[in-house]
Each structure stands twice: as C-alpha cells, then as structure tokens.
C-alpha cells in the first residue's frame, strides 16, 4: 500500500499536478519601430492583443517623380496565432491605400510585408502629378518592441 501511495504521488508530481500544459500566450504590447526595405521608418503600436496605431512612410514613384508618403493605420487589427492584417492609406491627400500584414517571431520581434497598390495620381512637394496610374510593388520590414 505504501508502495502504491508513492508510486502515485512520484507519478502526480511528475506530470505537474493540476498546471496548465498549453503554452504560454506572449504580451506584444507595446511600441515597436523598425524600417522597410527601402530604408524607411515604421512604428507599430500593440495594446493587449490588438494593433492600435501604425505610422510608416513608403517612397511612390510616377512619371519621373518620387515621393515619401506618409501612412497611417485606418483602423485597429486583433492579433489572432501571432499574426495580424489591416488596412493602411496615406495621409497625403490623394488615396492611396494598402495592406500591411506582420508575424510576430517572438516577444521583441516582427516582420511584415506592405502588399502592392495603386493610385491615379501622386502628390509630391504639394504637387499633384497625374499621368501613369502609380503601381507600386510589395515592401518588406522589420520591428522590434522598443
């Protein structure tokens, strides 16, 4: 009896008891900033399992003229398997618009990509270009919790 009463208590013991065995949720809040690939800032605001603020500049190019343009989030992004995606739109008076999508590696680290958009006309300088339509291709970045 005494043998099977430290069998189960050695065996109990082992398996942890009454713990949780699922891992363990990671806490993403909080400011993280980083670049694109083409250089540029990016700055990411994370409160609890949500996105709440992006700002990023990306640098759109059309009929000979190159601008950086400002982007701010339009609205805030649940982070659901380390993952989120959200919609993103310039703040330079023409609409541009795209998708920032980004995976959380790890508590301090993020990487994403911009997804490609396009636009009938390009402010830049406070002149608006209109000619090609805009095309941009993807962009990349990186974050890390600041």
Known sequence: ???????????????????????TALNYSGTWRGSTSQGLPITITVAGDMVSAVDLQIRVSMAGASCTSAFKANATAQI????????????????????????????????????????NGLLCSGVFVIGTPVSQSERTFTANKS
């Open 80 to 119: 659901a398997n380390a993952s989120f995606s959200m919609p993103i739109t310039s703040t330079s008076g023409v609409s541009y618009s795209s998708t920032l999508e980004g995976t959380f590696a790890s508590a301090t680290s993020l990487s994403g990509r911009i997804r490609s958009f396009s636009a």
């Open 1 to 23: 009896m005494k043998k099977a009463a430290l069998f189960t208590l050695l065996l109990f013991s082992a398996c942890g008891g009454s713990s949780p065995t699922g891992p």
